[in-house]
């Protein structure tokens, strides 16, 4: 092995002097599509209102797998779609939430009042 070694010092440099050719690979780094999944993992546990949230994560999952693949362009489309569907599951559950608020303080009183009038406590 030391023999071999040697042997490769001792050749130096190429004996054709002309000129070098060198090849160029250009490699895509990771394309920046985002999936919106944490957002969409948020939307499904938190406002989950008609099922968008978890609508919007099965686009979010099927997003990142496009990416994975090479598929920009499917990526974006999925991407998208999650996108509009995490934008109104957040408007609607914040409806909703506001909504719920608004029912439990004015009219849960007077049902209340209506059902057992003049009561004490």
Request: proline residues 6%.
């Amino acid at each position: 092995m030391i023999r071999e070694q040697h042997e490769v010092s001792v050749l130096g440099d190429p004996q054709n002097p002309g000129p070098v050719m060198s090849t160029v690979v250009n490699i895509q780094t990771d394309t920046v599509v985002p999936d919106h999944i944490v957002w969409s993992l948020f939307n499904t546990l938190f406002f989950n209102t008609c099922c968008l949230g978890f609508v919007a994560f099965a686009f979010s999952v099927k997003s990142r797998d496009r990416k994975m693949v090479g598929d920009v362009i499917g990526a974006r489309s999925y991407a998208s779609t999650a996108k509009c569907l995490n934008i109104w599951g957040v408007v609607l559950g914040i409806f909703m939430s506001i909504g719920l608020i608004v029912l439990l303080v004015f009219v849960l009183p007077g049902v209340i009042h209506s059902v057992m009038p003049n009561r004490p406590f």
